[in-house]
């Protein structure tokens, strides 16, 4: 059973601070990696996508992964209010989804 | 900017009767997929659809469901008879999904449509 596992929260930042969301996956042949953002009551939405080692900036989110330890991260820089969400670990072709973890950005 | 839409919003039925969910996938998209998430459990797949034909499906994705792709726009979702444990919400998902070309695999949802069974 492949499996995606997240820290499900609810993690609780201060505005301006660097949110960290965490993910370790089972399948060992995946090969691409996304995270979504989900607001209650709305469909997932891409934030960043990556398939290589290392780290991927894209403004204030930059993704991070590791395929030696099956993890994968997500950091949010200069956290906004409007961040906070549940974000969603997401891995291969059909995507297998962990369960989120809540953010909540306290202005 | 183009997107992946999703008829009705809202869909109430009674258990044992058949529904239909209804998707216009993003234009020049090639993969579609369902994927389905019960009130606050994650979101799961259901099933993909290529080529005019299943590419993949979950262990869900029973005889009671099934997919169309009725004309050169809709993709459509079918439970045949529906039943309380269907409840939830459904979303329709598309991809470019070149082979090879794995930047290609990202999939865009629609809003969804949640479904309620009495």
């Known amino acids: 059973q492949k499996e995606v596992e997240q820290n499900s929260g609810p993690l609780s930042v201060p505005e301006g601070a660097i949110a960290s969301l965490n993910c370790t996956y089972s399948d060992r042949g995946s090969q691409s990696f996304f995270w979504y953002r989900q607001y209650s009551g709305k469909s997932p939405e891409l934030i960043m996508s990556i398939y290589s080692n290392g780290d991927k900036e894209d403004g204030r989110f930059t993704a991070q992964l590791n395929k030696a330890s099956q993890y994968v991260s997500l950091l949010i820089r200069d956290s906004q209010p409007s961040d906070s969400a549940t974000y969603l670990c997401?891995?291969?072709?059909?995507?297998?989804f962990g369960q989120g973890t809540e953010l909540s950005v306290k202005p | 900017e183009p997107e992946v839409t999703q008829t009705p919003s809202h869909q109430v039925t009674q258990m044992g009767q058949e529904v239909i969910l209804r998707c216009v996938p993003i234009?020049?998209?090639?993969?579609f997929y369902w994927y389905r998430q019960i009130l606050g459990q994650k979101v799961e797949f259901l099933v993909s659809?290529?080529?005019?034909?299943?590419?993949?499906k979950s262990e869900i994705f029973d005889d009671q469901f099934s997919v169309e792709r009725p004309d050169g726009s809709n993709f459509t979702l079918k439970i045949r008879s529906t039943k309380l444990e269907d409840s939830a919400m459904y979303f329709c998902?598309?991809?470019?999904?070149?082979?090879?070309?794995?930047?290609?695999?990202?999939?865009?949802f629609g809003a969804g449509t949640r479904l309620s069974v009495l």
């Open positions: 998902a598309s991809s470019e999904r070149v082979a090879g070309a794995l930047a290609k695999n990202i999939q865009y």
């Open positions: 234009s020049n998209h090639l993969y």
């Open positions: 659809f290529y080529n005019n034909e299943i590419s993949e």
């Open positions: 997401a891995a291969g072709g059909k995507l297998i």
